[in-house]
């Protein structure tokens, strides 16, 4: 059965960056486009960053360029999120996702077939 474990959330001080991880089992995640979205409180899931599976292209939404990064290590079956500049705005439970069926990837969460539960990232002084 297909899994993603996300960690690496926490609390930080705006300005600070964190590092998340999300680990993938029982799929070839080189065979994946990959995620991260984004979860305020009242709010809908939003699309952070996505990578391809095939030639490596990432995507990230506006309010995070030049802050985040995504990158994935198909042989550890991980992908990680680098968020440097945290702001009190990044606040939010982050979730990664994984679907073999985009050719490209989506920053809109109705694409993804298999996500995992979530890590909370605070940011706050």
């Known amino acids: 059965q297909v899994q993603l474990v996300e960690s690496g959330g926490g609390l930080v001080q705006p300005g600070g960056s964190l590092r998340l991880s999300c680990a993938a089992s029982d799929l070839t995640l080189d065979y994946y486009a990959v995620g991260w979205f984004r979860q305020a409180p009242g709010k809908e899931r939003e699309g952070v960053s996505c990578?391809?599976?095939?030639?490596?292209?990432?995507y990230y939404a506006d309010s995070v360029k030049g802050r985040f990064t995504i990158s994935r290590d198909n042989a550890k079956s991980t992908v990680y999120l680098q968020m440097n500049t945290l702001t009190p705005e990044d606040t939010a439970v982050y979730f990664c996702a994984a679907d073999r069926n985009l050719w490209e990837c989506a920053l809109h969460p109705d694409w993804y077939d298999y996500w995992g539960q979530g890590t909370q990232v605070t940011v706050s002084s």
């Open positions: 990578a391809t599976k095939t030639n490596g292209v990432t």
